[in-house]
């Protein structure tokens, strides 16, 4: 089947025909109609945070036009033939569009938002999303939302209307559509659209063209959820950081637990939920907020904890958070976490001796006082209750099993701290 235009019926040529002929001496103008209307959207986010990456207009094109006049309506046979716009003119509400492109789905909506508050500039007359249609019924499509606007006594739009002539009156009024999509989906329907609408040979298109823009659509869709959840894991990083905001929640054990399980998602081995035991190590060196344990974890100290004990297996979140603790603080966290318990103190002293030696190795001096707060213990140095290398050497398999915890596992409360549970420690 041919274009509109080459199977319309006979008898609406001459009405289509005039139309197409109205519509061509006034295109000019309606490029300056264009022009105002992208100029007059993308004001709006002018004092907003999130920015579209761009805002384009654009006009029908006069071929484009004629078709889409030239469309019938499906009637019974017999009947008489019918346009289904019959005055194009002022019934097709795309002459105008407006497409603003942004990076994320999320923002689609919050520009959808802030175009359709500004009553004083437009009257929504509809909103509705591309791809509802496609979701529903289990297919693949380009997701965009489209607006379709009216103005209120635009001075452009007069001059376009007073060279219309003809029975279209001179009101300012006019509608035309916004449409805001991704820049992945708008490069996808941009691709689309030049095979499909702009092929000189429409008879060309197959099945299996279908078939493979659906399967780009898919994968375009998969992407684009990659990206969402990046943005809204970066979101709530940044968010840890916050000395003033989020950073200064308090810690407690289902609060540590969110923040690790952000951090690290990859280390997550726990075998059950239960995260008491690491609040209390937190506590014993007074670390308290989001943004203190967020700093504790940063990835380089991470990756030097993980080298200096060559774990034979990856450990799970409560060794690595002992390990990482013993770290930053040293001798004051065999002090503070020890409760008494020798074999568990010992053992915290020859992972001490192995990191001091990969630090040395390193080149990279041992730290004399505690890198994230000030604890209630002393600092930790270097002098006395050495154990040799050799020594550490000849226990290093054995203690790569995991650290024992200082006290019972908690019920997510940090009411006793482990230097008062000396006698339930384990190694």
């Known amino acids: ?132 249609g496609s979701v529903e019924s289990g297919t693949y499509g380009y997701s965009s939302r489209h607006l379709i606007l009216k103005t209120r006594g635009e001075e452009v739009v007069r001059d376009f209307q007073a060279k219309l002539d003809g029975d279209v009156k001179i009101t300012g009024n006019f509608v035309f559509e916004v449409q805001i999509r991704t820049i992945l989906s708008h490069a996808w329907s941009e691709i689309e659209h030049d095979i499909r609408f702009k092929n000189a040979e429409p008879r060309a298109w197959s099945p299996h063209i279908d078939r493979q823009f659906t399967a780009t659509a898919a994968m375009l869709e998969a992407v684009e959820d990659q990206f969402s959840e990046l943005h809204e894991r970066f979101q709530t990083v940044t968010g840890f950081w916050d000395a003033e905001g989020e950073g200064a929640e308090e810690l407690s054990a289902e609060r540590i637990q969110f923040i690790w399980q952000t951090l690290l998602p990859h280390v997550d081995r726990k075998s059950d939920d239960d995260w008491g035991w690491a609040a209390e190590l937190l506590a014993a060196h007074g670390l308290s907020r989001t943004r203190e344990f967020a700093k504790l974890l940063e990835p380089s100290v991470i990756t030097s904890v993980r080298a200096a004990l060559d774990h034979r297996y990856s450990p799970g979140p409560d060794r690595l958070l002992d390990d990482v603790l013993l770290w930053h603080f040293g001798k004051a966290h065999i002090k503070a976490t020890s409760g008494g318990d020798a074999h568990r103190a010992d053992s915290l002293r020859r992972r001490l001796v192995q990191m001091d030696a990969y630090r040395v190795k390193q ?44 006290s019972p596992k908690s019920n997510g409360t940090k009411a006793e701290t482990p230097q008062a549970k000396a006698s339930g420690t384990k190694a």
């Open 1 to 132: 089947m041919g274009k509109p235009w080459e199977v319309l019926d006979e008898s609406l040529r001459d009405e289509v025909g005039a139309s197409v002929e109205r519509y061509a001496a006034a295109r000019p103008m309606l490029e300056r109609v264009a022009d105002s209307m992208r100029s007059r959207i993308e004001s709006l986010f002018d004092e907003t945070e999130n920015n579209p990456l761009f805002i384009v207009g654009r006009v029908k094109t006069v071929e484009s036009f004629r078709d889409k006049a030239s469309r019938m309506l499906v009637g019974d046979v017999g009947e008489t033939p019918a346009l289904e716009f019959p005055n194009p003119l002022r019934e097709i509400h795309d002459l105008v569009g407006v497409r603003v492109i942004v990076k994320l789905p999320h923002e689609i909506r919050e520009a959808a938002n802030l175009i359709k508050r500004r009553r004083s500039d437009f009257d929504c007359r509809s909103d509705r999303e591309k791809d509802i």
């Open 363 to 406: 080149a990279e001096p041992v730290p004399v006082a505690p890198s994230i707060a000030a604890p209630a213990t002393a600092p930790m140095d270097t002098e006395g209750e050495a154990v040799s290398k050799q020594q550490a050497g000849s226990n290093a398999k054995s203690d790569a099993k995991g650290a024992a915890k200082v």
